[in-house]
């Protein structure tokens, strides 16, 4: 038996090493410990920033300390400077201040001394003319108008102004706040047939000219036809600049109806939708007022006339130049009697009461009704009609002085029926509904819009002087458009009747015959506008919604 000999594996490692050290050898020698290391590298750092930091407040300290230095050096020498220049600046600016202020002093003073001698001049111009009635004749003819308009302006004013008041206070707890739609829907009637009365009654009405605009031309402008036939020939682009401008302003007369129709539905919805009825209400009844007052007023204008040409002459109605200043005067009577009567009105009403309007309340805020309502609305009516009637006299009287002077003529009294000329209804009373409620919407806009950007926080004098205002002007601004534009209308009828009823009532120029002229001119001179002043109401806060409580100015006239 054999025993197999085994070759012996290859010699194995007699250690093992591991991180310790080796299995048989024992652990190897340790170093410093982690924590050890990291204590010493932070001491480091934090030593070396230490320094650092030293090393660096050290460095900007120096730093700010330079700049520091610097900074107010340079602040002193720049603070004498400018101290230096501002004073010598400051005492230039006061040399020229005070030669300034002298020579603003010597103009003042050469200014002022020249206003006051053309001021006096003028004073003296019209002391004379007004003081002086033997020498111009005019106190009968003042005395005319007067009684005139009386009829004419202050009886269509008071009647307009009664049923204003009355139609509001029926309409608004029976219409407005039980039927809100039906009130819109009547508006719009009422808005359109406005407007349908210009496209299909005075617009043609004016188109009839026999002479192709010439009359109506020369009636605007109170050209004869005589200065008319000289442009025409010597300056035809001049005369067609006129028959342009006639045709535009009567287009115009036409648009400010549109315009004011267009805010009246407007503000009437507004009304309903804001559940504010009284807005609604005001705007329907100032409508019907108007259309009253027009009728009224033609109507009385067409039956009797107090004031005639002295010498009979025919006139051509009142010159361009004219009709500018008689804009002015009646801009600022109207603004003057439209503050008076706000104050007039509420001296007369009980202690507490407010107008607003068409709508008067009492102490308590309540508006009135039955016979204290009735009352309150006659006296209220009276002031306005009052007020009115002063506006439209001086306006009548200066109408017909300027017609009547350009004729080399004058004025007188004297009373006389005519009882004619009533066709003025289609075509006067139009173009007055165009201007009134052109005024009234644009007045009771913007009164809608004062109220809401000022909450009501107007004192009543600056609410009465702010929508007296806005009626003066609104009724001025217009003023000579549409009162050439009558002009031009009662030429035009004037040139009409002549041409049906044959050469006897007409001169060889086409004009009416000068009795038959003598009688009418005053209608045709005097300028319709007798509601404005009647629309102004009783001063207060501006009224915005028509049943307020607060006393305010309607500007509607």
């Known amino acids: 038996m054999t025993d197999s000999i085994q070759r012996a594996p290859a010699l194995q490692q007699m250690t093992v090493q591991n991180s310790r050290g080796d299995i048989e050898s024992g652990p190897l020698p340790t170093g410093p410990a982690r924590a050890a290391r990291a204590s010493h590298a932070a001491g480091q750092f934090f030593s070396g920033l230490a320094e650092g930091a030293r090393k660096g407040l050290q460095t900007t300290s120096g730093g700010l300390q330079t700049v520091g230095n610097a900074a107010w050096g340079g602040l002193k020498t720049g603070g004498s400077y400018a101290a230096d220049k501002m004073t010598v600046a400051g005492k230039a600016g006061w040399q020229g201040t005070k030669y300034v202020g002298n020579q603003s002093w010597k103009g003042a003073k050469i200014a002022g001394k020249a206003s006051w001698n053309e ?28 009684l005139q308009q009386m009829v004419t302006c202050g009886l269509p004013t008071l009647m307009r102004e009664e049923a204003f008041i009355e139609a509001y206070n029926m309409m608004l707890p029976h219409l407005a706040e039980k039927h809100p739609a039906a009130a819109v829907g009547l508006q719009v009637a009422v808005s359109l047939a406005n407007i349908a009365a210009h496209h299909h009654i005075r617009e043609p009405r004016l ?101 005639a040409s002295r010498d009979g002459k025919p006139s051509h109605g009142v010159s361009d130049g004219d009709m500018r200043t008689n804009g002015a005067w009646y801009t600022l009577n109207t603004l003057a009697m439209g503050m008076l009567q706000d104050g007039l009105i509420q001296k007369a009403l009980p202690q507490g009461y407010t107008v607003s309007g068409p709508e008067i309340r009492d102490a308590a805020g309540q508006r009135l009704s039955g016979k204290e309502l009735h ?104 003023y000579k458009m549409v009162n050439q534009i009558y002009q031009a209308h009662s030429k035009v009828r004037a040139a009409v009747a002549a041409a049906t009823s044959g050469p006897v ?53």
């Open 119 to 146: 001021t006096k001049h003028s004073a003296v111009t019209l002391g004379k003319f007004a003081s002086a009635p033997l020498q111009n004749k005019a106190w009968g003819a003042l005395g005319g108008h007067a």
């Open 207 to 307: 188109a009839r000219d026999p002479q192709n605009n010439a009359v109506a031309v020369r009636g605007q402008f109170g050209l004869s036809p005589g200065q008319a036939d000289v442009i025409q020939r010597d300056k035809p682009q001049e005369w067609q600049n006129m028959t342009d401008k006639h045709q535009q302003d009567s287009q115009r007369v036409t648009g400010q109806q549109v315009a004011a129709e267009l805010m009246n539905i407007g503000m009437s919805a507004a009304g309903v939708l804001t559940g504010n009825p009284g807005l609604t209400t005001r705007v329907l009844s100032t409508q019907l007022r108007n259309v009253l007052y027009a009728a009224s007023r033609e109507s009385l204008q067409a039956t009797g006339s107090m004031v």
């Open 375 to 478: 009352a309150m609305a006659a006296l209220v009516s009276g002031i306005r009609a009052a007020c009115n009637t002063v506006i439209e006299t001086g306006d009548a009287f200066l109408g017909k002085h300027y017609d009547a002077k350009r004729a080399g003529d004058s004025q007188k009294f004297s009373p006389s029926l005519p009882m004619k000329d009533y066709g003025r209804l289609l075509d006067h009373s139009i173009a007055r509904l165009s201007w009134n409620n052109f005024a009234n919407a644009s007045t009771l806009a913007a009164q809608q819009v004062l109220n809401a950007a000022t909450k009501g926080s107007l004192s009543p004098q600056l609410s009465s002087l702010l929508n007296n205002g806005g009626t003066a002007a609104a009724f001025g601004l217009t």
């Open 505 to 557: 009532n007409i001169t060889a120029a086409g004009q009416p015959n000068p009795a038959a002229d003598s009688r009418s001119q005053q209608a045709i001179a005097a300028p319709p506008s007798g509601q404005q002043t009647a629309a102004i109401q009783p001063s207060g806060s501006p009224q915005s919604t028509g049943n307020s409580g607060e006393p305010s100015t309607s500007g509607t006239a």
